[in-house]
């Protein structure tokens, strides 16, 4: 996304939260979809991007520590200072770097997704440099079917894309995690991370 188009959307996220009155730390998703123009190469590159609302969140998402990553807030603690009373005054910092987050899933993604459930019997998650795990799984634990089946979330930062998609990578390989009776979606996501449009973000 240019500068200029974060900006819009930034401004859109303001806008709807003044809208309905909103007064807290929140999240607003949009959606972004490349449009070729007359003119622009084969594959795409050079075409704007237009944007969709998506949604607004009162509560944090699931990708919130990308956010986190890239500005250096803290979320929760915005939060809870807006709850007790407090404001959030001053320009909202600016974007550094780039940030990429996975779900590590108990599914089996050569069956569709199917939920592989399972009792945790190891676990090791990276660690390092660049690197945030967010999980609340310990070596014991079940991962019951019946709910959702994320056994962790692996987000990395990088002063660019290239940096935080190899951290992720080497994080990824770093992990393991047993599941008697399941399994782990950890395969389907290091080829998903090689995937050109992964790789180039479009």
Known sequence: LSAARRAEMGAAAVAAAKAVGYVGAGTVEFVAEEIDKPGVAADGRGGDIRAYFMEMNTRLQVEHPVTEATTGLDIVKLQLHVADGGHLVGEPPAEHGHAVEVRLNAEDAEQDFAPAPGTVELL????GPGVRVDTGLAV??????DYDSMV????TWGRDRPEALA???CALRETTVVLRGGTTTKSFLLELLDRPEVVAGT
Request: charged share 25%; proline share 18%.
């Open 140 to 145: 014991g634990e079940v991962i019951p079917p």
């Open 167 to 169: 951290r992720m990578r």
């Open 152 to 155: 962790a979330k692996i987000i």
């Open 124 to 127: 090791h998650l990276p660690s």
